[in-house]
């Protein structure tokens, strides 16, 4: 499985995902879900994939092998595209075809991204491709997005996520979100990776690893827990 | 959907189902899914059904008649099985005739219980079973069990729940995780019907319906949605 989530406020973007990816439980492997496409001052488009490996890798590799070739205006690439539409847009459109040169041979070759970012000229959005290459965005009143294992870690996010909340409020809540997903869930897994992405800095900001042996992590999730059983005590029991 | 839970105790038993049965979003209706079967003194038997309710009624219609009948030591029922693993096993029977009568009729019959209680000369007991017919006991380890839509209402039971949890305690537990999962399926809905069994008193105890229109319910979530925002705003940000 995967746990991705993105979140969008007025402040900026918080996204992340985790990092395992398992054919099997006795088959796990540590891969990096979230990538990067930065033209510093210009644009920071970020790519967060869940669903099967070779399809996000094959998305993730053509979009990539689109930026070494020599500028054509003609051909569609993250960095010519006028706006993060658009770039969701290309995104469905090389999940299609992903998607299509598989199908025949393999069982289950869907996969779903979140894109996300800001393009000089509009401001910071957040989009959710669907495996069928269509998409949507997030607002106001749709905060956030998760792909993958998405249900464990929802509760934390309804009850506490607000649209004021900070960028580093927010990044809180998404490590818990991830904390309640992989105490549950063991095909979701460390590290995670996170964007913390001030809206209109074109620059990556703040981007982060937290495991087990992150000090940050594991005093966030044992204070929470405490805190939590210690809420839960304070409020009076049924009638 | 729906969400039974049961909660195994050294202290005694939670029982808690909600009430909604929907054949699509547009037609609702309010169900009762939690069923007590009680000799007092003698013996009570908790059933929570789950699934088609066809299949789930026929069950316990099924199980109430044998009751109905005149008594006869061939015929197993819920008032002659000597142990609850008899009456799971009669639970698991009973959902296989029914479920086969079903099959070639119906796209999807399935159903699936959780039973528990206590019939003197044992301890109370908690068991699942499965659509099959088969099924599993609680234990020290595994404390509680969960039907239908499971995974939102299970992070705050693994954080809070322990093995010390009194009855009250615990029935608080159970109204946060049904708190948490009515937030996110609508196809959870009120009341919810809770039963608190104490260890050892072979009677029906306490039995509450809980919704919108009752004011403890709507103080334990609203303390415990601000609680939550308090503890994380408490907790530092990522570094």
């Not at 993060?84 to 999940?95: C, I, K, N």
């Amino acid at each position: 499985m995967t746990y991705c989530l993105g979140i969008i406020l007025p402040a900026g973007l918080v996204l992340a995902s985790d990092s395992r990816s398992n054919a099997g439980v006795d088959q796990i492997t540590v891969v990096e879900k979230l990538t990067l496409f930065t033209q510093p001052g210009e644009r920071l488009i970020a790519i967060l994939g869940a669903g099967n490996l070779a399809t996000t890798q094959a998305v993730i590799t053509t979009l990539r092998q689109g930026l070494d070739a020599p500028p054509d205006p003609d051909i569609r690439t993250l960095f010519n595209v006028r706006t993060l539409f658009d770039a969701a847009e290309l995104v469905g459109d090389t999940l299609r075809v992903a998607t299509s040169r598989s199908t025949p041979y393999v069982e289950e070759a869907s996969a779903s991204f979140l894109v996300s970012g800001q393009i000089k000229g509009e401001a910071h959005r957040l989009f959710r491709i669907f495996p069928e290459g269509n998409f949507v965005e997030a607002s106001e009143r749709a905060q956030f997005f998760q792909l993958g294992e998405t249900k464990y870690g929802k509760p934390i996010l309804d009850r506490a996520l607000a649209r004021a909340t900070t960028l580093d409020e927010t990044a809180k809540l998404a490590l818990l979100s991830f904390d309640a997903t992989m105490r549950s869930n063991v095909a979701v897994g460390p590290p995670i990776d996170m964007l913390r992405y001030t809206a209109d800095s074109f620059a990556p900001g703040q981007r982060d690893k937290f495991d087990e042996d992150n000090s940050y992590w594991r005093d966030l999730t044992g204070h929470y827990s405490e805190g939590l059983v210690r809420l839960v005590e304070s409020l009076p029991p049924p009638p």
